[in-house]
């Protein structure tokens, strides 16, 4: 079987979790010894660092706010390849004409619902609104109605496009993330990270991680950390969207709590399960999330986790943490509160929700989604 992937990104080119979980999941099929032709965004003289005998990997010029050029130029591209074609979202299939299976995260419907959640001004809202609208009806829509599968990355997506799509349930399979467990443990080996951070022993750790934009809720979190009552660190591991945001975000924090956040940016991919193990506490405060790739591998490292309810956050936690009910800085650090004195819950927490993740987030059900998809291409 031969399987052309359509992503944004795939590493070294990567922008958001979006492109992490597509490379894993390219890694699945070619451990299952399928045949993949990856199109993806960057330079073409980019040096790939990733090599596999049935991978190739062809580079298109990409820039974050052009995915409808790139789509055309995706399009034009698939139709001198063979192979059944998927692309990782729906939207960027906008201009391709013939059949393809499609994997569905969030919505545009969510994206500009949760915009009066943004702390921008009137102008740029407005603006936003319009941008997903029109992408909804003009690229979205009309993917959906061409495809032949589509694929859920949890039942909250599955619902999401079911109920205000009105997909029919038949054209949608769930093809929930696989985590890894083995992978993804609990490390004991993190007093090294420790000192490479310069942190205390005696206090205690919590742990964001992703790619930081306004939708993470970064500023609320900020908030909720002053109204912590302990000595904590929160460190802030990945990319910022803009240098600007980021100055502006720090720009509000008083001296004391500066010296409570520790940026570490961006880690390698071999070394997350050990900055999730040296966590106390992985917290979230994101406004929208399709599945939530970090909430999973912290809690395989058996890490409990504080999460606000949005999008799939409730299925993914499972029981291995707190659901808070809005994005709510004293509510937020109350929870934070309960979790650093209590160590008896966070064990608990982490064993439960490492659990979870196993039965829950397994490859063997992935894939089975995957190839039923696949088949009807074939």
């Known amino acids: 079987m031969k399987v052309i992937f359509v992503t944004l990104g795939f590493y070294p080119f990567r922008n958001s979790g979006f492109d992490v979980s597509g490379e894993r999941f390219v890694r699945l099929l070619l451990e299952d010894g399928i045949k993949v032709t990856v199109i993806a965004g960057g330079d073409s003289r980019i040096r790939e660092r990733y090599w596999h005998p049935n991978l190739r990997i062809i580079r298109l010029p990409f820039k974050k706010d052009n995915w409808i050029g790139y789509s055309l130029r995706a399009a034009r591209l698939i139709n001198n390849l063979d192979g059944i074609t998927h692309f990782w979202d729906v939207y960027l299939a906008y201009f391709y004409q013939k059949e393809f299976v499609a994997t569905l995260h969030q919505s545009f419907r969510q994206r500009n619902e949760i915009l009066s959640l943004h702390n921008i001004n009137l102008t740029s809202l407005l603006l936003y609104r319009l941008y997903y609208s029109l992408s909804k009806y003009l690229a979205e829509i009309p993917s959906i109605n061409r495809s032949r599968y589509l694929l859920a990355v949890s039942k909250t997506t599955l619902k999401e496009y079911t109920h205000h799509y009105n997909v029919d349930e038949k054209k949608i399979l769930l093809a929930r993330h696989y ?200």
């Open 179 to 378: 985590i890894d467990p083995d992978f993804f443990s609990k490390k004991r080996e993190v007093e090294q990270l420790r000192n490479r951070f310069g942190l205390s022993k005696d206090i205690p750790i919590l742990l964001f991680a992703g790619f930081i934009n306004r939708r993470k809720g970064i500023e609320k979190l900020l908030e909720a950390i002053e109204l912590v009552d302990y000595d904590v660190y929160l460190l802030i591991a990945g990319k910022w969207q803009s240098q600007n945001y980021r100055r502006s975000v720090f720009s509000k924090l008083s001296s004391t709590m500066r010296d409570k956040v520790i940026e570490i940016g961006f880690v390698p991919d071999d070394q997350m399960p050990y900055l999730y193990s040296l966590a106390d506490v992985y917290i979230t405060t994101s406004l929208l999330e399709g599945f939530g790739l970090p909430i999973a591998e912290s809690l395989a490292c058996e890490t409990p986790v504080i999460a606000v309810e949005s999008g799939a956050t409730r299925e993914v936690l499972g029981p291995g943490g707190l659901l808070l009910p809005e994005v709510d800085p004293l509510i937020i650090a109350n929870s934070i509160q309960l979790l650093i004195k209590d160590k008896e819950l966070r064990l608990y927490l982490g064993k439960v929700g490492r659990n979870h993740v196993i039965q829950e987030f397994n490859k063997d059900s992935l894939l089975c989604s995957v190839y039923q998809a696949y088949r009807t291409l074939s």
